[in-house]
Every structure is written in C-alpha cells, then in structure tokens.
C-alpha cells in the first residue's frame, strides 16, 4: 500500500507545501536572530507557534482560492499545484516585498511583543543588578588565583555587595571568570558560540579596564598617606569616578549577556534559578517567574485547534475541502481561547476582582459580551476569507447568530470561577461544572440553528446543522478542559498588583 493509499488519497502536493510553510514560518520568527535570547522559552515558542498558524491560515485560504489567484499569477506559474506555488510565495517572495513584507513584519513584532521580547531580558538583567551577589567558597578561590596571574594583589580582590572600584572590580572579574568557562559547558556551549564576537568585544573592554584597575588600586596606596590633602583628595576621587562608570558599563554588558545567555540556555524556572545561583546571584524562583498565561492559553488553543480540526476532518462531508475543516477547526479554538482572554483581562484593574462587596457580576457580564463579539467578529472573518465575499459572509450571521451564545456563556463562566479562593479539589468541581454548562449551552444553541433553518425553510445542503450529540460531545469536554484548567492558572498567576 502507497503512502497516498495510507493517507486517504490526500494530495501529496498539499502535505510538502504545508511541511515547508509550518518549518518556514516558524523559523522566520526568529527574526533578528538574537530574538531566541530574549524570553524565555515557554514564552518564545508560543509566540512561534500563533506566528507560524498565522502563515499557515494565510496559506490554506489562499491555496483554496484558485480562482482568486489565477488572476495574478503568469500562467506558466499556474501550471504548478495550487499550494505549492502559494507556498512559494509565502516563504520566499513574501518578506521581499515591500507591502507584504512590511505587514509580516508587524505581525513578528506584535507577537514578540505578546512573547516580551526583548522585555524579559532586560527585567532579567535589571534583577541581576539588584539582588546579591555572594560566590560560592570554590569560585572565590579561582576568582583569586585568576587575579593574582593578572598581578591584582590580594587586598585589591574585596568580595562584598559594596560599590567600590575594588568590590565592583572583583564582581566584574567573577562574572568574566564564568563567562569564558561556557564554551565548555553543555548547557552553555551554544549561545557562547552564536555570540563569540560580543563575548570577546565585552573581553577586551575587560583587558583595557584591567589596566586601568592595577593603576588606580596602586596609585590609591601611593597616595593613601596623603589622603587628607583636598588636591589629592579631589585627584583620587576623579580617577575613581571615571573608574566606576567604565566599570559599571562593563557591568551592565556583562548582565545583559548573561541574561540573554540564561534565558536561551535554560527552559523551566528552575534551571534558570540554579545556573543564576552557580554563578552568585542570589535570587529565587518567585524572583525569576514570569506570567505564564501566554504560554498557557497558547497551549490551550493548540490543543482545542487539534481536537477541532481532526473532528471536522473526520466528519466532514464530502463536498466540504479538507482547508475548509481545518480553517474552521482552527476558528472554534480561537473563539473558545479569545472568550477565556476576555475573561480575564478585566481582572487587571480592581474593578474586575473580587472584594468585600462580593463578585463584579457585571463586570462578568461585559466579558460575556466581548467573548460573545470576538465568536462573531472570528466567524465572520473566517467566512469571508474561506468564500471571498465579505457580503455574504455578515448576511450569514442571521444564521449562525447563536454560536455567539457559547461565547458569552465561556467568558462569564471562567470570569466567575477564576474569582473563587482555592480550596481542595476545587479544579475538578470547576470542571465539572463547566462542563455541565457548556453542554446545556450548546444545546440552546443547536435549538436556535435549527429553529433558524427551520422559518427560512432552506435546504439542508445551504443550513446545515451538526448533530446534537456530537455538539454537546464536544462542548462538554472543551468546558471541563477550560474549567479544569484556566481558573487555576488564574489563581496561581505571578502578577503586579490590580490597576485602580
């Protein structure tokens, strides 16, 4: 049996072309390359993940619209596949472009904004310069020797949270030391070799302040007896100013480096708290967590997408295009994550939270109202795109009106429950009852379908229906996921303080 027999005669020439615009898309985010360096990794590979199902949505509405196509392109050009050659134009032509190019650009930056990059880095490398720094025993001894072949005495090397041009001196020193040792680590090894030039420009900077360091630590005890002489006074406070400003450069070089280093080299909070650890700062896993909920709600909308797409493809008819299955599939996660969002996103001012007054019950309310408009805002869209005509698609919503009412029910639900305090197994009665709800609610919206088929007196083929059983199949296991789930995160959430 042939490969096309196993996969049920589905073209080969669809299955390359989305192999190539998925490893494509997905890589071009990393645009500029040091973006990887930048967030943390949960963070960044979510970002990837939306930017690379942006293209890739980009890619079956355009592929499952020949027609439209047929008229830009030369016809030697529409003698290939349909989606190879919308492949081509996605990941090659595309970022050459400038109209096209400048809108895939916006796009990157948006969710790379969304992934806080390059904002993680630079909270990273602030922490760094805040919390304390204390060696371990080991490193001193190293640190030590290393300074001594430099012919830095041993009353120049001070280890201690102080200011000074030798306390700074030597922190700058210790962070060097570690540094020039990743090119032998495992975890490490990488970033040093992708970074080598700005590693070994922060190196020189280090041999040119190293110089300077010897002469200022030995002028300083020259002068030491004459101290309490304003000119010398003055002329040794001037030296060291000019010393600890290049030194304190330097310092923040050498933290934006290792920030980024840390970042790209380790992936869970932990690994980044133990190799901050190993290299002395001070810190601990509250300190270094960020809100993970980005990540979560694109795992979230991952995980409904797939379970959405192969539903529709496994019970598609047969007139329905496979790109249509997988675009709507693609569209009920989005509207399913959207609700969660607006739930949400109130809770960033007081207003939205729970207090002694009780719950914000039309602040729940609003957010039913945005999920039940982000349905309709997506459905329409996603019919616009799949048809080519905008007009048909908002006419439509005459009929498909009442998916909005999921939407509303998902956003008001999770609102609620995410203000509830923790208890013992309160995830699995959230879930449960979540799940409840969003059977009894799909299936008020199957009755308004079909009561909606039913005054148009359309035929089946142009007001169709899905079945009842597998809607509340459906709906029930997507609100026992959120329930289970989304609350929680809610609860569990590192964030600042709420807005007034």
Known sequence: MGIKEVLGGLDLAWLFAAGVVVLHSYLRFNTPPTSRSLTTAGRYHAAATLYMLTITLAWLVLAGSPEFLGTLLPADVRNLPVPLYVALGLTVLL??????????????????????????????????????????????????????????????????PHRDPRALWTRIAT????????????????????????????????????????????????????????????????????????????EKRMYQL???????????????????????????????????????????????????????????????????????????????????????????WRIGQRDEAGRPVRVYAVSGILGAAASLVLATSVGALLTGDPRWAVLELRDKWPWAIMGFVTAFATAAYADTPDRPRLRWMEAGAQAVIGGASIAVVHWFLTLNCHFRAAPEETCFVPPLLRLIVSATLTGAVIGFFVPTWHRTRRIEPPLD
């Open 95 to 160: 970022p050459n472009l400038k109209p096209l190019g400048k809108y895939d650009a916006q796009v990157r930056t948006f969710l790379q904004d969304l992934a806080h990059i390059p904002y993680e880095a630079l909270r990273l490398r602030a922490l760094l310069g805040s919390v304390p720094f204390d060696p371990d025993p080991d490193t001193r001894v190293e640190v030590i020797a290393v300074l001594r072949d430099a012919d830095i005495r041993d009353k120049d090397i001070v280890f201690g």
């Open 175 to 250: 962070l060097r030391h570690h540094v020039s040792r990743w090119d032998t680590s495992r975890r490490f090894a990488r970033f040093h070799h992708d970074h080598r030039d700005e590693i070994a420009h922060i190196e020189s900077a280090y041999q040119a302040l190293l110089a300077k360091a010897k002469g200022l630590f030995r002028r300083a005890e020259i002068l030491e007896a004459d101290r309490e002489e304003p000119k010398v006074t003055e002329l040794l406070r001037g030296i060291e100013e000019d010393f600890l400003r290049e030194a304190g450069a330097l």
């Open 258 to 348: 290792i920030s980024r280093g840390v970042l790209q080299s380790t992936v869970t909070e932990s690994a980044r708290t133990a190799a901050l650890e190993r290299l002395g700062f001070r810190v601990d896993r509250v300190q270094i967590a960020g809100d993970k909920l980005f990540d979560k709600l694109t795992g979230l909308f991952c995980g409904l997408g797939v379970y959405y797409v192969m539903m529709l493809i496994a019970f598609k008819r047969a007139d329905v295009p496979l790109h249509d299955a997988v675009v709507r599939g693609l569209m009920i996660a989005a509207i399913y994550v959207a609700a969660v969002f607006w739930a949400l996103f109130p809770k960033r």
